[in-house]
């Protein structure tokens, strides 16, 4: 644009020198002017030359400063092109320098983008590494750790051809203190508290023990879709002939469970041997090895409480809140009362070849049939609920025409009379067999609060002839005065109540007691001598002799010649306290605590006490040949127990 200004400027510059050069008179058109004109006007012109040809010098004079002014600008313009060209090119190169520059930038950039990407990685190889160490350490650590305790603990199970055996046991040293001795170990002789008539009332007695301690083995496996399990359980609490608290003592190991089980997907479940009853407080369902134990130290546990541990036979269909159980049970009756007319039985001595024990006076039980019981329980998600049902057979061996003192007149005609009225002792006419049914129920509920901090529970048994179902082991029948067999009613009941502050203690507090109804009977007196006045007979008859119960007997086995003997007396009891049992009663209170318990099994130790009452049914000592009675008496027994136990359980 510079130049055109500057080439426009040359032109109109040039144009104006060309005309300033062209001649004054310069004129294209002739002059046709007369000559005197011309004399008139000569001096005109001249002097319009010279201004013209004045003002022309001065303008050619302009115009030359003009050139010379536009020769500088064009040199100006070409000096300011020169540097507008240099200026450009020094941009130009700039521009190179800088595009170089932002070039070698980005790569620096990318260069410090990569760097920085490749530390990144880095580091997070790093980190991984650093992770990786650790882990590896946690893993050697555990590892360590896991290879210490199975070389310290080693398996808990013994894999034996495709079946698990698992070894169990607890060690126990216990000690037990009475107010009243009973003469028995830990486990306490209910029914055996005695009445102030005997000396044990007076004196207390103090035991120590670790025959409770206990051995098991469990051992299962798998047949198809059915898991089968065998256990054996056993405990020193047996005796033998030889068995003594001397020197040595030689208690035997004794059965205590010995079964089998079979239990199928379906809930459906099969077991015998020797278990617990189905009588027994299930945790839930209806299986073995699921028994809710009382905390008791004591192995005979709480007045009121159902159980059994012998021979069954169990089925039952478990399923997800509901269980029906049936089982068939071994059992041996238990007979109470008195005055009956001995012509009959029902238990046989044991025999040495049939491996039963010789020595157990109260032989065993000639059993007709088994017990049979049926159970159902209930776990509906809060709490466990259970009833159960039994029936009980006895039978006995009856000898009508043996010797009774009974009115000859009420004897059967088949029997052979003896002159004078009473018949033969030996006779065995009309000899039959009776055959009696008991039976009854029972309802437990166990219920607890507080997240399972506390539990409370509450149960009820009865009917006739279940008393041996019930810890105190109450009598089960007594005899008519004609030698058959009558159930006793009986009663239990139990409430309980435990306390879980933590996993390490348990603090319990219990209440039960056992009742067994009046079973009595009466025959007139045959003798000259009270003829015609009853003769009491049965369980619990109100006209048994009691008066004696409060008189201290004196020892038994005293030498009865001079010099005396070196035998020592044995306690003794006066003989007229004929009292059975009305009811017992027993309170617990008792805590476990847990020292420790984890992978090296459990240590812990506990101490129980309870306080017992034992009454037994009035008497007024009636004279059945005077037919006098007497005041009438109710004996009462009481007994304060504390047991202390410290125990270590295997893992």
């Given at each position: ?16 020198t060309?005309l ?10 002739p ?25 022309l ?32 090119e ?11 520059a ?14 920085k ?7 997070t190889?790093?980190a ?45 040293a216990?000690?037990i ?27 207390s007695?103090?035991?120590f023990t ?20 065998m ?9 033998g ?8 003592n ?11 089980s ?45 159980w ?7 089925v039952?269909?478990n ?39 010789f ?20 776990d509906p ?8 049902g ?38 065995v ?8 049914v ?42 008519r005065p004609?030698?058959?067999?009558a ?50 007979v ?15 007997g004196?020892?038994?086995n005293?030498?009865?010649t001079f ?9 003794g009891?006066?003989g ?7 009811h ?23 101490v ?36 202390t ?7």
């Open positions: 644009m510079k130049k055109l200004a500057a080439l426009t400027l040359s032109l109109f510059l040039t144009m104006g060309a300033a050069d062209s001649p004054k008179d310069a004129n294209p058109q002059a046709k002017a007369a000559p005197a004109a011309k004399a008139k006007a000569a001096s005109k012109p001249e002097k319009a030359e010279a201004a013209i040809a004045a003002q010098e001065e303008l050619r004079q302009a115009l030359e400063s003009q050139q010379e002014q536009l020769q500088l600008l064009k040199e100006e313009l070409a000096k300011r092109d020169r540097q507008i060209d240099e200026a450009r020094a941009a130009a190169a700039a521009n190179a320098r800088a595009a170089e932002t070039t070698k930038a980005v790569e620096a950039v990318n260069t410090s983008s990569e760097v990407s490749t530390a990144a990685t880095l580091n190889t790093v991984d590494l650093k992770a990786s160490n650790e882990i590896l350490k946690t893993t050697v650590a555990t590892e360590q750790a896991e290879a210490k305790k199975a070389e310290e603990t080693g398996p808990s199970t013994i894999r034996f051809k495709g079946v698990n055996i698992t070894p169990m046991a607890w060690i126990e216990a000690t203190s009475r107010s009243r001795a009973t003469g028995g170990d830990i486990n306490t002789p209910l029914t055996g508290i005695p009445y102030p008539n005997s000396a044990l009332s007076r004196i007695e103090n035991n670790a025959r409770q301690s206990r051995l098991m083995l469990l051992a299962d496996t798998t047949i198809g879709s059915a898991k089968v399990n256990y054996y359980e056993g405990d020193f609490l047996g005796t002939t030889t068995s003594n608290n001397r020197q040595s030689s208690y035997v190991f004794r059965q205590r469970q010995l079964w089998a079979v239990k199928f997907d379906n809930g459906f479940y099969v077991s015998g041997g020797q278990m617990w009853s189905l009588v027994t407080e299930s945790k839930k369902g209806i299986e073995n090895r699921q028994e809710q134990f009382p905390l008791m130290i004591d192995p005979q546990y709480i007045v009121g409480w159902a059994q541990r012998a021979y069954g036979f169990r039952a269909q399923w997800d809140k509901f269980a029906l159980g049936f089982s068939i049970e071994g059992p041996q009756t238990t007979f109470g009362g008195r005055g009956s007319n001995n012509n009959f039985f029902f238990n046989v001595p044991g025999a040495g070849g049939g491996l039963y024990n020595a157990d006076t109260s032989g065993y039980t000639a059993n007709k049939s088994p017990d049979v019981m049926v159970k159902a329980t209930l998600g809060w709490g466990h609920y259970e009833i159960v039994i029936v009980s057979p006895f039978r006995d061996r009856v000898y009508p025409c043996g010797a009774q003192p009974v009115i000859v007149a009420s004897l059967p005609a088949s029997c052979v009379l003896t002159p004078g009225g009473p018949l033969s002792a030996t006779s006419a009309g000899a039959f067999n009776d055959s009696k008991g039976g009854g129920f029972g309802a437990t509920a166990r219920l607890p609060v507080a997240n399972k901090k506390i539990e409370f529970m509450a149960h009820f048994q009865g009917g006739d002839g279940i008393g041996r179902y019930s810890t105190a082991q109450l009598a089960d029948v007594t005899a004609n030698g058959t067999l159930p006793i009613r009986t009663a239990a009941y139990l409430g309980e109540m435990e306390l879980h502050p933590n996993p390490k203690l348990d603090i319990f507090a219990y209440y039960g007691g056992e009742y067994a109804a009046r079973t009595a009977y009466t025959f007139p007196n045959p003798a000259a001598a009270g003829l015609g006045n009853p003769v009491p049965g369980y619990g008859s109100p006209l048994f002799n009691n008066s004696g119960c409060t008189t201290e004196f020892p038994v005293t030498p009865g010099p005396p003997t070196a035998t020592p007396a044995s306690p009891s006066a007229t306290c004929n009292g059975d049992i009305h017992i009663v027993e309170g617990t209170l008792g805590f476990w605590h847990k020292i420790y318990n984890g992978p090296k099994g459990r240590l812990q130790w506990g129980t006490y309870s306080y017992i009452e034992k009454f037994a049914w009035t008497g007024n000592a009636f004279n059945i040949t005077t037919g006098v009675a007497g005041a009438s008496q109710r004996p009462k027994a009481i007994d304060n127990m504390v047991w136990s410290f125990r270590y359980y295997l893992p």
